[in-house]
């Protein structure tokens, strides 16, 4: 078995380095787990790897309930405002 290096999820990566979760016209394959293509998320969490699972079978079962978005806390001004306050501390 080919092993990935434990290191490659810290590489840069670009669109396509990854399949999507369920590839287009897929109707009963799907990639989960932190070597699938999930937007905007960070790999090494375990919500990376249940959302790609809860996407996969959304997906393939077309069901309407979708994993809720990625956390976008770079996004919130209190999350920016706490992190200056934390390096002026320093």
């Known amino acids: 078995a080919l092993m990935p ?3 490659s999820q810290f590489l840069v990566r670009s669109h396509g380095d990854r399949p999507d979760v369920v590839p287009e ?6 990639f ?3 070597y699938a293509e999930v937007p905007e998320d960070v790999v090494f ?3 990376y790897s249940v959302r ?3 996407t996969a079978v959304a997906g393939l079962l077309h069901l ?3 994993p809720p978005p990625v956390y976008k806390g ?6 920016l405002v706490e992190a200056l306050e934390t390096l002026h501390r320093r």
């Open 5 to 7: 290096y434990i290191t």
């Open 25 to 30: 016209g897929s109707t009963n394959l799907a």
């Open 32 to 34: 989960i787990g932190q």
């Open 45 to 47: 969490t375990v919500e």
């Open 52 to 54: 790609t699972a809860w």
């Open 64 to 66: 309407d309930k979708q």
């Open 74 to 79: 770079r996004h919130n001004p209190k999350v």
